[in-house]
């Protein structure tokens, strides 16, 4: 059995359409919703997102960023046999979005599921490839975060459709000797289950209750700034190291004061946080590997570096995996 994953491969998709706050604002205008760039930027930090034009879906994305994450590691695609996909934005309600992007990789033959744990989806994800390769004796693992949350959007509530972005971000995990992933955590709250939510369902041939995303941005802020630093110290206890040794801190994506705010109280100098959600908005389960591949690629993590990845949301959900490169 291994002793260790290790992240030997990330990648990314976006779709196409870039929109940015004044483009979204003037859209917004024309329905008689106000907001601002000025607001969405000082509340936020988001600047522009992605969003998927008709026709494109979770699948599609999600096997973009895995084919691109499979190219990073030098890997083909048959060598997997354990495909993790987090979403709450699946194409169907199933097969799962990991069958339909094994098929589109042609990875058949491996394990394939869906995690279903909202914007901390790909962290739990992690952790359970993680505990899957060093408990159940898989080699080599897709782990993919995949999400157009722009359909479950209300494009009639300012209060959240200006947060919210698509993309998919996606990492290779091998079997090896050497960390690897060095600590993980996982919770959940479900009594928090109301703050944010998507609370339709299908039945009988329609769609009941509603069937959009609704957010108490108040009350998610609070929780995530409290459990995103008790979790970090989890693992970072776990490893017997100290934030001092964080040489990058990933947290979710979803507002550029939470990530201050959870640097800040960990103590993590400012420039050793990677941000993204200027670029991307929130994309929920996508964030933390999509900002993962930006500072792969743009050669701020190296080999060694310990790397925090933090995610939080729904559910209400919450977790922390420490990686070394
Ligand atoms: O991905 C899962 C995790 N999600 C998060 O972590 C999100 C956490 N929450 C947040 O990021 C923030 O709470 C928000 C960005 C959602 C909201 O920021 P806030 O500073 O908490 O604003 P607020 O909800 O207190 O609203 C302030 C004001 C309100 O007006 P009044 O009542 O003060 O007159 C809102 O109606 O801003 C108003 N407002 C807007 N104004 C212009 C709300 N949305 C908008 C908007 N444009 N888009």
Known sequence: MARFARIIGT???LPERVVTNVELARELAKRGIETSDEWIVTRTGIRQRYLAEPGLTTTALGARAARAALADAGCDAASIDLLV???STPDQIFPSTACLIQAQLGAVGSAAFDVQAVCSGFVYGLAVA???MRGGGYRRALVIGAEIFSRILDWNDRTTCVLFGDGAGAVVLEAAERPGVLAARLHADGTQAQILCTGGRVEGGRVTGDPFL?????AVFKLAVNVLDSSAQ???ADAGLTAQQVDWLIPH???VRILNATAKRLGVPPQRL???VDRHGNTSAASVPLALDVARRDGRIRPGHNV??????GGFTWGSVLVRF
């Open 11 to 13: 990648g990314a998709a």
């Open 85 to 87: 996909v987090a979403t």
């Open 130 to 132: 993680d505990a899957m």
């Open 214 to 218: 609704r957010m108490d941005g108040q």
């Open 234 to 236: 989890e693992v970072l």
């Open 253 to 255: 994506q979803a507002n």
């Open 274 to 276: 990677v941000v993204t």
């Open 308 to 313: 925090l990845l933090q995610g939080v949301g």
